[in-house]
């Protein structure tokens, strides 16, 4: 089914909804209804945001981390809303979703009931989009991956980390000590 037809489905879906879908997301032939994320999830995203944001602002000044926007690619055929992405702040200005032109990097936190979406869908819907950085922190294990340099529809590079580490993403340093497990 091609894309346009997807996204016609999924604005169906959309309008649907119970209140505790968060997003719906498109990923080759298949829609995805994301459910509402638990606390400790959300206190991670905050606290990376926080970490992020206050980085941007010394050295990218109008680039934000961001949670809560949809990510869209239609020659991709995917649609994606991550937990944050990097991206300047004037993108925010249409009433379009980002383009992935526009993204330096995303960042998912492993939710306790789809993990295969984090490490398996997503990691070939950000590759195949071109996002430069894929950040994965899993607070099931403690740990994550950061993937970069995608090249012909996948990461050539993927480095594993510990909660604990302070770790390199794109050139901005994150404290993975005050991330929660669950």
């Given amino acids: 089914m091609d894309y346009a037809k997807m996204r016609a489905i999924a604005d ?4 649907h909804a119970p209140p505790q879908v968060r997003a719906i997301e498109i990923s080759g032939d298949q829609i995805v209804m994301m459910m509402s994320p638990s606390n400790p999830h959300e206190l991670v995203v905050r606290r990376l945001g926080r970490q992020l944001d206050a980085q941007l602002e010394l050295t990218m000044p109008g680039v934000i981390a961001h949670g809560g926007a949809d990510l869209e ?4 055929g995917v649609e994606r809303r991550p937990d ?6 004037e993108v925010l200005e249409s009433g379009d979703a980002v383009h992935p032109r526009d993204v330096l990097a995303v960042v998912e936190v492993v ?5 295969e979406n984090d490490y398996m869908g ?4 950000y590759a195949v989009m071109g996002i ?7 607070p099931r294990q403690g740990t994550g991956q950061i993937l970069s340099n995608p090249q012909g529809g996948k990461y050539r590079t993927c480095t594993s980390y510990s909660f604990g580490e302070t770790i390199d993403v794109a050139g901005w340093t994150v404290d993975t000590s005050v991330f929660p497990t669950y």
Avoid: G
């Fill in 132 to 138: 430069a950085w894929y950040l994965i922190v899993d």
């Fill in 73 to 76: 690619d239609p020659a991709a």
């Fill in 84 to 89: 944050l992405m990097v991206f300047p702040e």
């Fill in 122 to 125: 997503k990691v070939r819907d």
């Fill in 12 to 15: 169906q879906f959309a309008e």
């Fill in 111 to 115: 939710s306790k009931s789809n993990p």
